[in-house]
């Protein structure tokens, strides 16, 4: 739906309208986050990104550049962050690798206590694989 709604902002014939309809495209994504109770980052999000829009605006001719380079820096660092954090407990009992689960959780906890969410962890596991087997058959 996003991606719908921004298609026709950028697209639109009304050339002095296009800046109503990228405010609803954003608030249409607030709406949807609203529901998911995000909206906070969301709107900060928004902000930022206008901030930064309006302060490269003058910078002439490469300010498009500037402002669409900046836009990249949040998911870099979201990239770069990701390449170091380990793979989740859940993920690693997937693929069988139990013990190796178990030490992730006991160091993401930051205690060795972990059995009753490890017993949680591995019922749901098997709860899934029987929905697996079951949708198979």
């Not at 990228?22 to 529901?35: E, F, K, P, R």
Request: charged share 15%.
């Amino acid at each position: 739906m996003y991606f719908s709604v921004w298609h026709l902002s950028e697209f639109s014939k009304f050339h002095h309208h296009r800046g109503v309809l990228n405010l609803y495209c954003a608030t249409s994504a607030v709406t949807l986050c609203v529901q998911k109770q995000k909206a906070e980052s969301m709107i900060a999000g928004i902000l930022i990104a206008q901030v930064i829009n309006i302060g490269t605006y003058n910078i002439r001719p490469w300010g498009w550049r500037l402002s669409l380079g900046l836009a990249s820096v949040p998911g870099t660092i979201l990239l770069l962050g990701g390449l170091f954090l380990p793979d989740s407990p859940n993920s690693l009992i997937e693929r069988g690798q139990f013990e190796k689960g178990k030490q992730v959780l006991q160091r993401i906890r930051g205690t060795q206590q972990v059995e009753e969410e490890y017993g949680t962890i591995l019922a749901a596991q098997e709860v899934i694989e029987a929905q697996f087997c079951l949708s198979q058959s």
